[in-house]
């Protein structure tokens, strides 16, 4: 993505330069590196690795619109819909990593529970995400990413 906007890549690399300098990287670097963050979060918008994500209902009856879904019927979450999708993100086919950027006025963030977890990505301070559900490149919830650190 990187090749196809320069402009990214020179905001990309302008971040790192200002905040690392000329210097190795290091762990206590990461929290001021919000732009490369907000880079991948894009990056894993635009092309999430689970595009299909399995559920299974769990009421005695669940209605998607007008169809009625009884308990224990398998439904398909279409993670890339739903990262595409306008309801959720302005101008969902532009590829723009600031919508994540906390400091530049990004969508409204969700509220975090405070994992004790600083490791790249773990704090979202300074990071926007859009409403539950809207985001789910590694699904969402107790059946979500491995290397989340809470449930």
């Not at 619109?65 to 819909?81: E, H, I, Q, R």
């Not at 994540?100 to 977890?117: A, L, S």
């Amino acid at each position: 993505m990187l090749a196809l906007h320069p402009e990214v890549q020179d905001t990309l690399l302008k971040e790192i330069h200002e905040t690392i300098g000329d210097r190795d990287p290091t762990y206590e670097d990461f929290p001021n590196l919000i732009y490369p963050l907000c880079v991948m979060f894009e990056t894993l918008r635009h092309f999430p690795p689970v595009v299909q994500i399995p559920k299974v209902t769990n009421g005695d009856q669940l209605l998607l619109g007008k169809y009625p879904l009884p308990k224990d019927t398998s439904v398909m979450y279409d993670a890339v819909s739903v990262h595409r999708h306008n309801k959720y993100w302005e101008n969902p086919e532009t590829f723009d990593p600031s919508r994540f950027d906390g400091r530049k006025g990004g969508v409204e963030k969700i509220d975090q529970v405070d994992t004790g977890d600083y490791a790249p990505g773990g704090s979202y301070d300074k990071i926007k995400l859009p409403q539950k559900g809207a985001f789910i490149p590694f699904s969402e919830g107790s059946r979500s990413c491995l290397g989340t650190s809470s449930r």
